[in-house]
């Protein structure tokens, strides 16, 4: 179900993520042979897959969103699940990638303007190839972030992000079909970002809006396959470094009560994402027990434009619990028939 770059729609920024992770590649049907290119293309999209997981579930939360003056401490769960076809690197097709990942997290206020957080957020995303491959990635991250909120200064925020994962029993079919070729390898990334907002109120209608600056890495360790009668390449490490500006702007409008505890308000979005830092990056791999040199092929990094557009509804419950769903789309030069759904349930304090 989802994206491509930082999308930041339902904005929440400072992670501190690791994770731990299973990838499968599952053989294809015998009417679909399998060949080198198939295979080097499928493990050069490996980074941008991780960096995929990771950037939708930054985009469900917001550090100081959650709480005020007087509600000095927050609980939230976000349950979330995205569908994205990201362009293949060399050949013709599509990636079918879908997401599916659930948050907890908790917010407090010290001395009113200080803001401390910490999120636990679990995921498993799967990548199917028009080739017959499919993996799959499963992991988590433990996040934690800083915020400022003042009435002068509006929201500050910095986020600091390290995470990454182990993927065990890669696997693929051989180019004879008559066995798989295995391996295991991991995955890392850091990613360091600032954010600014401030809320503007227009009579019933309120309008958040920010700037996001971030920075950071995704890197996947090399590894070779191993195969009993079919042919296995080995792989060298590949990384994307990724810079980004981020403009998004979230729109409230009146409340409706539907009862004397229960109050419905729709709510919009859009963002615009600008991505300046590595245009591709490169996946070199021979095979296994050869001299020859190794063959490179490129992949892309998150595309320079994304686009972001959401709508929802946040229903309260006597002041307290709230219960938010939202659908958004995606656009970039590389990512196609991109959406997203999530659903997030918090209660103040």
Do not use: C
Not at 7 to 29: E, K, R
Not at 69 to 90: G, H, K, Q, R
Request: cysteine-free.
């Amino acid at each position: 179900m989802f994206n491509s770059k930082a999308l930041n729609t339902v904005p929440f920024i400072i992670s501190l993520a690791s994770g731990v992770a299973a990838m499968s590649l599952m053989a294809p049907s015998a009417q679909a042979q399998a060949v080198p290119s198939d295979t080097v293309d499928e493990i050069a999209l490996l980074p941008r897959i991780a960096y995929e997981q990771f950037a939708s579930h930054r985009r469900t939360f917001a550090p100081g969103a959650y709480t005020n003056e007087d509600d000095t401490f927050s609980a939230w769960m976000a349950i979330t699940s995205a569908d994205a076809e990201l362009d293949m690197p060399v050949q013709t097709g599509r990636a079918h990638t879908s997401q599916d990942g659930a948050i907890l997290g908790g917010e407090t206020r010290l001395m009113s303007d200080f803001v401390l957080g910490g999120v636990l957020s679990v995921g498993e995303s799967t990548a199917e190839f028009t080739s017959g491959g499919r993996y799959a990635l499963e992991g988590g991250s433990l996040s934690v972030y800083g915020a400022y909120d003042s009435e002068m200064l509006g929201r500050l925020s910095l986020t600091v992000t390290r995470g990454g994962h182990q993927l065990d029993n890669i696997s693929r079919a051989s180019t004879t079909l008559t066995d798989v070729a295995n391996g295991t390898t991991n995955t890392s990334f850091w990613d360091v970002a600032f954010s600014a907002r401030s809320t503007d109120e227009f009579d019933m209608f309120e309008i958040e809006h920010g700037i996001t600056l971030a920075a950071g890495r995704v890197e996947a360790d090399g590894f070779s396959e191993t195969s009993a009668t079919g042919t296995a390449f080995a792989f060298e490490e590949q990384a994307f470094n990724y810079r980004l500006v981020s403009l998004d702007a979230t729109a409230r409008g009146p409340e409706w009560p539907l009862t004397d505890a229960v109050t419905l308000r729709p709510v919009a979005d859009i963002d615009w994402t600008y991505q300046f830092g590595d245009d591709d990056f490169g996946l070199q791999y021979r095979t296994v027990g050869a001299t020859s040199p190794f063959t490179t092929v490129r992949a892309n990094a998150p595309a320079d434009h994304t686009v972001g557009l959401g709508f929802g509804a946040e229903l309260t419950f006597n002041d307290t619990w709230m219960l938010t769903a939202r659908y958004a789309r995606q656009w970039a030069d590389d990512v196609h028939d991109s959406d997203a759904a999530t659903l997030t349930l918090h209660a103040v304090f």
